[in-house]
């Protein structure tokens, strides 16, 4: 039964993001979408187990309708050692929960559970008549309305919760509650700011996303504005793909406006498409996972890729970082 902050995330369905989304893949390393051709070769590549320590596999489960799950393939390997819970926000606001399935995989194989709104509509799985690509429009936005909620993205939390109190569940016991967090690209990134307000969210990871500067909302059905940052209450790291992302400002001014929380930037020049298309979600699901670490579990050789002068993450070739409350 869906229970506690299932009315969190009906208070906040009228509230979903705004941004220069669309999920516009435009990775320099990897198939640019919104061609037909690189779109179909990235639906051919094959799922991933990711490079952690358990394999991960993606599904649909009865036990999560309307959802996408990732998960460790055998859940008894993960031992002593409870999961942790990662909700998404898809790029466009878009239900298909399996357009970033190789960054959600590489997260899964590190010991989390994450949990996607809508169906398989990409990729391996995906239903042969479904359309590969929403129409969008020069600046990435998409033409269409948005086709999911945060009060989707939320509702991910609360069945995981259910599963992990459900008596014979195989969850049932594995899941820490205390390692909840969400994240999302695009569109699906400002759903993640908007639920980033449950008190029950310890982690926010944002990826080539932000408010609007100005405060426009173009997306038919979309409507936020940079108050939203003040509900914030964890660190957050926003992971932006260069001064090509068309999200780039926006993120960079919520950054710059985020000041009781601690915050980090960090930006590689990948367009706004960021690396989800490469093997294992590439750089930035790394840099992702290990923000997990530290801030879900405190791993102190995770935290090192953050903190410290000069920070991991600083020295390494490409990325550009800014910190906020971060020694």
């Known amino acids: 039964m869906r229970v506690g902050s299932f009315t969190f995330g009906m208070a906040i369905a009228m509230m979903i993001a705004s941004n220069v989304s669309g999920d516009a893949q435009t990775s320099t390393r990897a198939p640019e979408a919104g061609n037909a051709n690189a779109d179909a070769r990235y639906d051919a590549m094959p799922d991933m187990p990711g490079t952690g320590p358990y394999p991960a596999i993606k599904e649909i489960d009865p036990r999560f309708p309307d959802h996408v799950v990732y998960r460790p393939r055998d859940l008894k390997a993960i031992g002593p050692q409870k999961l942790g819970v990662l909700v998404w926000g898809n790029g466009g606001c878009r239900s298909d929960g399996a357009r970033q399935r190789l960054h959600l995989e590489e997260i899964a194989s590190h010991g989390y559970l994450v949990i996607a709104p809508g169906q398989i509509e990409s990729g391996p799985g995906a239903p042969a008549h479904m359309q590969q690509d929403t129409p969008r429009a020069e600046n990435g936005a998409p033409t269409a309305p948005v086709k999911t909620t945060p009060a989707q993205v939320a509702a991910g939390i609360d069945m995981a919760l259910a599963e ?45 996303s932000g408010v609007f500067k100005d405060g426009s909302n173009p997306i038919k059905g979309v409507t936020v504005d940079k108050s939203l940052l003040l509900k914030l209450h964890t660190p957050v790291i926003y992971i932006l793909g260069g001064p090509d992302d068309v999200a780039f400002p926006n993120g960079s001014d919520d950054f710059d406006k985020i000041g009781h929380v601690p915050a980090f930037l960090a930006s590689i020049n990948v367009g706004h498409g960021g690396t989800f298309r490469e093997l ?16 879900l579990r405190r791993d102190v050789v995770a935290a090192r890729r953050f903190k410290g002068t000069p920070c991991g993450l600083c020295q390494e070739p490409g990325w550009t970082v800014r910190r906020k409350k971060i020694e």
């Not at 459900?166 to 509650?177: A, C, L, T």
């Not at 840099?287 to 530290?294: E, K, N, P």
């Open 280 to 295: 294992n979600g590439g750089a930035a699901a790394r840099v992702a996972v290990d923000w997990l670490a530290w801030q």
């Open 164 to 208: 992990n109190a459900r008596k014979g569940s195989p969850y049932e016991g594995r899941i820490d509650p205390a390692q909840i967090a969400v994240s999302g690209t695009s569109c699906g990134g400002l759903q993640a700011l908007i639920v980033a307000a449950d008190p029950r969210i310890r982690a926010v990871v944002v990826h080539n």
